[in-house]
């Protein structure tokens, strides 16, 4: 299977859910997919899923969604967390897999920003000591919801050749690094505002997060999650021995960053 063609390009946000339950045999396999294949990004960060069914959209509300309006769905993914450095780019990684897992599946989701991420526990009602991390809506897609994809960023826009601001040469990648490239350009982000962009060097990518008004810490972060995972994930799917991202700084070359852009993590290729 394409893992870039099938999966990474079928994931688009969901805003209609049809009123359909989602089985237990499917919960299920999401949960077997976190615990047996999926990857993070800090293994030491203990996070646990947890499944809510139908009934804590009421208070739910008042602490998720775009300016206070949660989208109601079927069903309700929460990633919880240990409290770390990193913590949420590993939740967001995490939650990505799982989105994209749900994908697989036949389900749809939508990423809900958290207002207030100890208000959100509370309306959980969750029995843990750890953050409430995430939170996605899923279910199945309304067959008559006629919601259209959005545009994201080219990528051309999205990537840069050695340091900050260089133009690249396309025709030097090889092809399981463009679709790479290209799943990070279809990433999901916060009100679709892409504030990052990929620098390209023969040995290495960097993911550079760039300034931007509009969206939370928290959410950055978790932009940061998703963009990883998705590049993984294709790597992954066609050179199973891609190395994992690193928090590590770039000590042996000069990216040229500009004073406000922010450095985030490099992946050998
Ligand atoms: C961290 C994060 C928070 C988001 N919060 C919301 C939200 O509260 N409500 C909503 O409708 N969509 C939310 N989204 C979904 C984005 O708007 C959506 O991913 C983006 O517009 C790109 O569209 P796509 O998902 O169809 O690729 C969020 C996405 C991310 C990554």
Redesign the pocket.
């Known amino acids: 299977m394409n893992y870039y063609e099938n999966i990474v390009m079928k994931?688009?946000?969901c805003?209609g859910f049809a009123d359909k339950k989602v089985d237990d045999d499917v919960l299920n396999e999401l949960l077997t997919y976190y615990e047996d294949e999926e990857s993070d990004l800090v293994d030491e960060i203990g996070t646990e899923l947890k499944f809510y069914i139908g009934t804590v959209w009421d208070e739910l509300k008042k602490s998720?969604?775009?300016n206070g309006?949660?989208?109601k769905a079927p069903a309700y993914m929460v990633i919880f967390s240990d409290v770390a450095d990193h913590y949420l780019e590993n939740a967001?990684y995490i939650a990505q897999g799982l989105t994209l897992k749900m994908t697989e599946l036949g389900l749809s989701a939508?990423?809900?920003?958290i207002n207030d991420a100890d208000e959100a526990k509370k309306a959980l009602e969750a029995d843990t000591d750890k953050a409430v991390a995430c939170v996605v809506a899923f279910g199945y897609r309304d067959p008559y919801n006629d919601e259209k994809?959005?545009s994201?960023k080219s990528l051309d826009e999205m990537t840069d050749g050695f340091t900050y601001g260089r133009d690249i040469d396309t025709d030097l990648w090889y092809n399981s690094l463009e679709d790479a490239l290209r799943a990070v350009c279809?990433?999901?982000?916060?009100?679709?505002l892409q504030p990052y962009k990929i620098i390209v060097d023969h040995d290495q990518i960097a993911l550079i997060g760039l300034p931007d008004g509009m969206t939370s810490e928290?959410?950055r972060l978790?932009?940061y999650g998703?963009v990883m995972f998705n590049f993984y994930a294709v790597m992954w799917s066609v050179r199973p021995t891609t190395p994992k991202w690193s928090f590590e700084p770039v000590t042996d070359r000069d990216l040229k960053l500009p004073k406000d852009v922010t450095y985030v993590a490099k992946c050998k290729i």
């Open positions: 994931r688009h946000s805003r998720v969604g775009y309006f949660c989208i967001g939508c990423w809900q920003t994809a959005v994201k279809h990433s999901q982000s916060f009100q679709n928290a959410d978790l932009n998703i």
